[in-house]
């Protein structure tokens, strides 16, 4: 059964750092993976989907890679601003449907 | 843009009370999905919808049931409302091409007393 993990489970950094937030899964069998954002209280948001074929997407301060032979994922931020508070999660599609991380709740301090 | 839109931000209801969440998408996606969140246990798929008239079972489907009767609109049911029940629910559509993305309305969050 495929599992996704997501750790740190929280992470609080000054303003300016360039971070890496992690994801891993069990099984390769994938589809493609997404990171979402999710602020307090509202709906998620899609940030970037990596096809199982691709190595890495990137949207503006945004990078994630995906290497399915060790069933892992990360995604940096550059430059992270107060604005990038929120909470991320990862996804993995294997089929139909999307298997979810749990999340990390990320705290960018001024 | 994609806008999914839920009917309430907020509910409450108490135990044993029939309860409707509806979802609405404005893009003639194919597929809708309801989820639950809770904490430390990320989303977990309830049930959700290919075509109208038509329902799969997602992963905690037990107590709930859905209706699509038409393509723009999934709603959620809960036949008898409890107390474990409460949760943030959160509707979702994609167009239904295999690998497209999901998109998500705002969420209800529902306490159940």
């Known amino acids: 059964k495929q599992e996704v993990t997501q750790i740190p489970a929280a992470l609080s950094v000054p303003e300016g750092e360039n971070l890496v937030l992690n994801c891993s899964f069990t099984?390769?069998?994938?589809?493609?993976l997404q990171w979402f954002r999710q602020d307090p209280g509202k709906g998620l948001t899609s940030l970037l989907l990596?096809?199982?074929s691709q190595r890495e997407q990137t949207s503006g301060r945004l990078n994630a890679s995906l290497d399915k032979s060790s069933g892992r994922s990360t995604l940096y931020i550059a430059a992270s601003q107060p604005g990038d508070s929120a909470t991320y999660l990862c996804a993995v599609r294997p089929n139909y449907q999307l298997i979810w991380g749990a999340g990390t709740k990320l705290i960018i301090k001024p | 843009d994609v806008k999914v839109t839920q009917s309430s931000r907020y509910l409450v209801k108490r135990t044993g009370e029939k309860v409707f969440l509806e979802c609405v998408q404005d893009m003639d996606h194919e597929n809708m999905f309801w989820y639950r969140q809770d904490p430390g246990l990320g989303l977990r798929l309830i049930y959700f919808s290919y075509d109208v008239k038509m329902k799969e079972k997602g992963d905690i489907p037990e107590g709930y049931s859905v209706s699509r009767e038409k393509k723009e609109r999934f709603s959620l049911i809960l036949e008898s409302a409890s107390t474990n029940q409460t949760s943030m629910y959160l509707c979702?559509?994609?167009?239904?091409?295999?690998?497209?993305?999901?998109?998500f309305g705002p969420g209800t969050r529902l306490t159940v007393l």
């Open positions: 990596i096809q199982s």
């Open positions: 099984d390769s069998a994938i589809y493609n």
């Open positions: 979702a559509s994609s167009l239904g091409q295999g690998t497209d993305t999901q998109y």
